[in-house]
Structure formats: structure tokens, C-alpha cells
Nanobody, 128 residues
Framework: QGPLVESGEGSAQAGGSLKLACEASAADYNTQCMAWFRQVPGKDREEVASIYMYGSVTTYADSAKGRFTISRNSAKHTVYLQIDTLEPGDSGMYYC?????????????????????WGQGTQVTVSS
């Protein structure tokens, strides 16, 4: 297993919910911030949400506000992504990422370049 291991439902019906999980093999400097990204064929990986693992700071992409919820269990080095009222447009490969916190402002910056460690990805397919 790698440093980040994702798990969760692969296929779901529109209107339903699913929850992804990502467990880090260790809690250290490089896993202070954890995030979820989604990628669809032909497009860049886009950030969905991030969370500071030792506080309450969360950040969501505008497209994720309202139906996506990121949460954490720091004792288990695990971050979750709950998606409610699923839509076919939620389909894609979901990647978990981890990186160090930043001083000043939001401890977790946005963007793939802020994260050095990535999971292998888990495919989510939402059917109508």
C-alpha cells in the first residue's frame, strides 16, 4: 500500500449519496492538509475540497459547495468526502492528496501544486 489509500463506492445512482475515505499511512508534516481532487478524461485535475487535519478549516470549490462535505478523523489519519444528491456530473476519478500546512491565512492552500503526496485514485460513476 502507498502513503494514501482511497476507498469507497464505485458506482451509485443519481440522487443517492456516497462516501469516500482516504487513509494516510502516517500523520506527519506532509499530511497536515488533505484534499480531494476529481479528474475526468481530457480535463485537468480539479480540487473539490481540502481540510486541515488539526483544526476546523475546510475549503470547497464553488462547484462543490452544498452537496460535498469533507471531514476528518485525525486519530485514524483519515479524511472523508461525502457526496449527497449525486449527479452524473459527479462522475470521475477521485484522488486524495496530502501536503504540509502553510503559515498565515488558510493553512491549506488550493491547487494541485500544494500537494506532494497522492493516492492511486478511486473511480466514481453516477448513473441517471
Amino acid at each position: 500500500q502507498g502513503p494514501l489509500v482511497e476507498s469507497g463506492e464505485g458506482s451509485a445512482q443519481a440522487g443517492g449519496s456516497l462516501k469516500l475515505a482516504c487513509e494516510a499511512s502516517a500523520a506527519d508534516y506532509n499530511t497536515q492538509c488533505m484534499a480531494w481532487f476529481r479528474q475526468v478524461p481530457g480535463k485537468d485535475r480539479e480540487e473539490v475540497a481540502s481540510i486541515y487535519m488539526y483544526g476546523s478549516v475546510t475549503t470547497y470549490a464553488d462547484s462543490a459547495k452544498g452537496r460535498f462535505t469533507i471531514s476528518r478523523n485525525s486519530a485514524k489519519h483519515t479524511v472523508y468526502l461525502q457526496i449527497d444528491t449525486l449527479e452524473p456530473g459527479d462522475s470521475g476519478m477521485y484522488y486524495c492528496a496530502a501536503g504540509p500546512m502553510m503559515l498565515g491565512g488558510n493553512p491549506c492552500r488550493t491547487g494541485a501544486s500544494q500537494y506532494a503526496t497522492w493516492g492511486q485514485g478511486t473511480q466514481v460513476t453516477v448513473s441517471s
